[in-house]
């Protein structure tokens, strides 16, 4: 998980805290992985009191626009309903334009917005949009 996420992070996550974040209550998640087992993307979720929230979603540089990330999110937010999630939260950079077009398509709509989310510095910090899915309502 942590190879695939430095891949597609600036800032990426390293091994042991992808294991402390496994290791907590209600965190899952999913790795896509090419036929020679190559990781191409992952996903790691949180459930509690009744919602999830999309911690990360990343897809490696080479693998990206081939569907990865939307099937990761098709296998997530189902099994997001089976711990018994009712909706679901992420949040995503006010300028991340595919991540928001993928999200939409999904069915995600914005819920809020977080100011000076994301550290970007040197450049400075960039907003987040809040976006919420019903998985009531969300395509199984």
Known sequence: ???????????PWRD???EDLLD???IYGFLAAGPDETPLGVILCRVAAGEVEVLTLGVAAAARRRGVARALLAVAMPAARDLGAA???LEVAVDNSAAIAL???AGFRQAGLRKAYYDRRPA????????RLDLG????
């Open 137 to 140: 309502a969300a395509a199984a």
């Open 124 to 131: 400075g910090f960039t907003d987040a949009l809040v976006m």
């Open 24 to 26: 907590g209550e209600g």
């Open 87 to 89: 909706e679901a939260f």
């Open 1 to 11: 998980m942590a190879q695939v996420h430095a891949e597609a992070f600036d800032k």
């Open 103 to 105: 999200y939409d398509a």
């Open 16 to 18: 042991d805290e992808f």
